[in-house]
């Protein structure tokens, strides 16, 4: 076994557990789950036997495995940039309305229409009222 096998297959495994390690992160389904520990496996076993990606790329017709695992990266990077950019998109929908929310409960303050809404002052404590009082 070849020296640089060793960090390569280390680092497959570590990316592979810092995924599942992170908790917070929901939006991760089981699918994009499944789909980690494929490649990762697939990583662990081109990394450990070369021979196998050129064996893969023979049966799908590509001429070279490394042509076949530049393919696999290119569709990877393009669905992960997919994902990305619609993560974006609705966090900045979720950030316009909360600034409209925000710029309409303003705009209520300073009108002074509604006393639950009338300014507040900084330097006074205000009181909140209980619903019913």
Sequence with gaps: ???VKVPLILFAVLALVALFRNRQRVELRAGSRILAIVLAAAAIASIADPGIMQRAAELLGVGRGTDLLLYILVVVFTLTSLGLYFRIRESDQRV???ARA????RALREEGDDPELAPVDSTEPRRVQPPGE
């Design 102 to 105: 925000l710029a309409i409960e």
């Design 1 to 3: 076994m070849q020296w």
């Design 96 to 98: 316009r309305k909360l």
